[in-house]
């Protein structure tokens, strides 16, 4: 039994449960659910215990895979609550905070305030005389 837990061989861990049924080494059988715990499959088990009216000798290992299987499920549906919580809070925050600083957020008929200083829409307010028509006189091809 310890060489078939140590050798990490699925097969042989199954071959050895059949080697003690065909024994009729039914505590055997048990012990090496035991100790071949993680190579064993649940269904392959089931049926082998089953097959050969020895299912008392085979519960206490699915007790034990039913916990883990259980436990295993309440970490997944942990993590998923809190994956749906944390997703929620992210849709719940608006992107821009405050007031809406485009053209396409703030509706008809609204215009965005401009702030002091600035030539509005978040430029710099350009020096006196720049973006002001030409004045015929100045030297403009007259």
């Known amino acids: 039994m310890q060489y078939a837990s140590e050798s990490k061989d699925i097969e042989l861990a199954e071959e050895l449960l059949a080697?003690?049924?065909?024994?009729d080494k039914k505590?055997?059988?048990?012990?090496?659910?035991?100790?071949?715990?993680d190579l064993l499959r649940p269904d392959v088990v089931l049926e082998t215990a089953w097959r050969h009216?020895?299912?008392?000798f085979s519960m206490p290992y699915f007790m034990q895979v039913m916990r883990e299987y259980l436990s295993?499920?309440?970490n997944l549906d942990a993590s998923e609550s809190?994956?749906?919580?944390?997703?929620?809070?992210?849709?719940?925050?608006?992107?821009?905070?405050?007031?809406?600083?485009?053209?396409l957020t703030s509706g008809?008929?609204?215009?965005?305030p401009s702030q002091p200083g600035y030539g509005g829409?978040?430029?710099?307010?350009?020096?006196?005389?720049?973006?002001?028509?030409?004045?015929?006189?100045?030297?403009?091809?007259?």
């Not at 080697?19 to 024994?23: G, K, R």
């Not at 009216?53 to 008392?56: A, F």
Request: glycine share 12%.
């Open 19 to 23: 080697w003690f049924l065909e024994e």
């Open 27 to 37: 505590e055997c059988f048990a012990a090496c659910l035991f100790t071949c715990y």
């Open 53 to 56: 009216n020895i299912m008392d």
């Open 72 to 74: 295993k499920v309440d």
């Open 82 to 103: 809190l994956r749906r919580q944390e997703e929620q809070n992210t849709e719940s925050q608006p992107i821009v905070y405050g007031t809406p600083q485009l053209m």
């Open 108 to 112: 008809p008929g609204q215009a965005v």
């Open 121 to 142: 829409y978040g430029y710099p307010a350009a020096p006196a005389g720049y973006g002001q028509p030409p004045q015929p006189g100045f030297g403009y091809g007259m």
